[in-house]
């Protein structure tokens, strides 16, 4: 189920219950979640993409092993808030989602996430290998935080 703002996830899932964010790219999916009091944003774990089903059936653990209640999903708007190419990617991983899971869920504009991660990865000069190992959870996290902060 596709909810339209975040404020209204927190009523479809129950109290011990976490949300996932994701930051979907076309060769990894950052994955973070929250705490059960929808507060703090914690980054998880980067897949790497292969077929959907594989993806599916790590994200499926991740939902088992965390009691994950719903999914907000990093949209790339572009910068005048006008959806390019991009977006329609992320709203067909929206749609497999869907297909395989029965959770809420709802899209968080992500604009200059994965920017604002690398430069705090730069500023901790972190090496370009390490930058490539973690930016893309560190950008789900940060993306679902907005949404926490925004839902409080």
């Not at 479809?12 to 994701?22: C, K, S, V, W, Y």
């Not at 005048?80 to 029965?102: A, I, T, V």
């Not at 968080?108 to 973690?134: F, N, P, Y």
């Not at 930016?135 to 839902?151: C, T, W």
Request: charged letters at 25%; aromatic letters at 8%; hydrophobic letters at 40%.
């Amino acid at each position: 189920m596709l909810l339209g703002n975040p404020t209204h996830l927190k009523h479809f899932i129950a109290l011990d219950q976490r949300l996932m964010g994701f930051d979907p790219g076309t060769k990894t999916i950052g994955l973070a979640i929250s705490d059960t009091s929808l507060k703090v944003a914690t980054p998880l774990k980067t897949i790497k993409r292969k077929k959907f089903r594989d993806d599916v059936a790590e994200i499926a653990a991740v939902i088992k092993e965390y009691n994950i209640g719903g999914f907000l999903i990093g949209l790339p708007l572009n910068m005048d808030g006008s959806e390019g190419p991009r977006c329609q990617s992320s709203r067909q991983f929206q749609k497999n989602l869907e297909e395989n899971f029965d959770l809420p869920m709802c899209f968080w504009d992500e604009r200059l996430s994965t920017a604002a991660v690398t430069r705090t990865l730069l500023e901790a000069d972190a090496s370009r290998k390490r930058r490539s190992e973690v930016v893309d959870k560190m950008a789900a996290a940060f993306i679902l935080q907005g949404a926490l902060d925004y839902m409080s």
